[in-house]
């Protein structure tokens, strides 16, 4: 099975801009989870999304919003995008299944804002 | 909201050395895993491990989950296995939310 991909790997946006993530999970998996990794916060949780509805989320302004598509896709958008917003983007996927919920990781989207 | 911390932070190793890493959360868990984030960022997934003990050659992980830690231990060190080894958590029922621990620095040397 393919593994969780995401594009585009690399991005480099200005301040005030907005960008748009993308997320395919493996093929089956249904849950959808984003994730910021800065050196200064580490990782830390955005939002999850099942069945195109969104189930969690994380502690971040909205100006950070995903959605999910009918074939489990995701994408996460950032508007207004300020310095800080420079981070290495994770998505993860996890297959179906109440009980059993091991998320598996993509390579990541490293954003950088100038 | 779910604390994690790892110890410890850094740990440097002559090639060849055993190490173990802990883990420690503040509650009860329904999932636990154990990472290593390779140099160009990716989680590469370890042990799923929310109870109990498992062993993948080298590296093997334990989760005592009534007393609230989890032990990864790596035998026979190779300079391959430096890295950022993180540790996460998710609880409450069905919860998909990791929360996780700032990492343990794992540097190998020859």
């Known amino acids: 099975k393919a593994g969780v991909t995401q594009t585009p790997r690399y991005l480099i946006k200005t301040r005030g801009q907005q960008v748009t993530l993308s997320c395919s999970p493996i093929?089956?998996?249904?849950?959808v989870s984003w994730y910021q990794q800065t050196p200064g916060q580490g990782l830390q949780f955005l939002f999850e999304?099942?069945?195109?509805?969104?189930?969690n989320k994380g502690n971040f302004p909205g100006r950070f919003s995903g959605r999910q598509f009918s074939n489990s896709r995701s994408e996460m958008n950032v508007s207004t995008l300020e310095l800080g917003d420079s981070a290495l983007y994770l998505c993860?996927?996890?297959?179906?299944?109440?009980?059993?919920?091991?998320?598996?990781f993509g390579p990541g989207t490293r954003l950088t804002v100038l | 909201g779910i604390q994690v911390e790892q110890s410890p932070p850094d740990l440097i190793l002559q090639e060849g050395a055993n190490s173990t890493l802990r883990c420690n959360f503040s509650?009860?868990?329904?999932?636990l895993q154990w990472f290593h984030q390779n140099p160009w960022g990716q989680l590469i997934n370890l042990f799923y491990?929310?109870?109990g003990t498992k062993q993948n050659g080298r590296l093997s992980a334990t989760t005592v989950a009534t007393e609230r830690y989890s032990l990864l231990y790596i035998s026979s060190s190779q300079t391959t296995d430096s890295g950022v080894y993180f540790c996460?958590?998710?609880?409450?029922?069905?919860?998909?939310?990791?929360?996780f621990g700032k990492g343990t620095k794992l540097s190998v040397i020859p």
């Open positions: 993860a996927s996890s297959p179906p299944g109440y009980s059993y919920n091991e998320q598996f």
């Open positions: 093929s089956g998996h249904r849950s």
């Open positions: 999304y099942f069945s195109e509805t969104q189930r």
């Open positions: 509650d009860s868990v329904n999932n």
């Open positions: 491990i929310p109870s």
């Open positions: 996460a958590v998710s609880s409450g029922a069905g919860s998909y939310q990791l929360t």
